[in-house]
């Protein structure tokens, strides 16, 4: 089993440039979810989907951030444009409520630094 | 709604002593409770879980923690850390009010002391 795939795994980009990060679930999971981590704020959930329709968005911080799954293999979040606050760990999370009682699987996350 | 306390943002032991990593949280019903770490670079994993079984759960490296609905409390406990434990540990709640989303605790950073 290859995990949650994530991709990028570090990105840098200057300020008003769009940034897109890439989320494979791990196959057979059902729900995915978009973290972000920082020493400030530790670790925020974004948004999450449930059989790729978007469940809950209110944790995305603003309109300039957007999150798609157009099937169940695939999943990204867009941020255009892109602010030096911005500036994070980006986690995506699969899991499949099922008789795992909702554990989360996490990717190895993207480091994403916007100048 | 759900909510997790971790005290102490920071936990320091020299290594072959006691850690203990406490975790409590806000519910009126027994939830799902969970204990992730994180390694430098890393996403989290899980390191166990509770979901109304035994009230004492065994995970991976050793650590175990036990429930206890009295105290709202979920602690983490091991007998003897190792260099290797170094990381962040996340508790995290899920299964209040139907809710299948964890809440998780802001975390708390394990140094080990040779």
């Known amino acids: 089993d290859a995990g949650v795939i994530q991709s990028p795994r570090h990105e840098v980009t200057e300020m008003g440039q769009e940034v897109t990060l890439r989320c494979k679930p791990i196959?057979?999971?059902?729900?995915l979810f978009w973290y972000r981590q920082t020493m400030m704020r530790g670790l925020e959930l974004l948004i999450y989907?449930?059989?790729?329709?978007?469940?809950?968005d209110s944790g995305m911080p603003e309109d300039r951030f957007s999150a798609k799954m157009p099937n169940a293999s695939f999943s990204t979040l867009k941020i255009q444009p892109s602010e030096p606050r911005d500036s994070a760990v980006y986690f995506c999370?699969?899991?499949?409520?099922?008789?795992?009682?909702?554990?989360?699987?996490f990717g190895p996350g993207t480091r994403l630094t916007v100048l | 709604a759900q909510s997790v306390t971790q005290l102490g943002s920071h936990v320091s032991v020299s290594e072959g002593a006691l850690v203990l990593l406490r975790c409590n949280y806000s519910?009126?019903?027994?939830?799902?409770l969970f204990w992730y770490v994180q390694y430098p670079n890393q996403g989290l994993q899980l390191l166990l879980k509770y979901t109304s079984a035994a009230t004492l759960v065994k995970g991976i490296n050793g650590f175990e923690a036990e429930f206890k609905k009295s105290e709202t409390s979920f602690h983490l406990t091991k007998p003897s850390a190792h260099m290797s434990d170094a990381a962040e540990y996340f508790c995290?709640?899920?299964?209040?009010?139907?809710?299948?989303?964890?809440?998780f605790g802001r975390g708390t950073s394990l140094i080990v002391h040779p």
């Open positions: 999370a699969s899991s499949d409520p099922g008789p795992t009682y909702n554990e989360q699987f």
């Open positions: 989907f449930n059989n790729n329709v978007p469940i809950d």
């Open positions: 519910s009126s019903v027994p939830p799902y």
């Open positions: 196959s057979g999971h059902n729900s």
């Open positions: 995290a709640v899920s299964g209040v009010g139907g809710s299948y989303i964890p809440t």
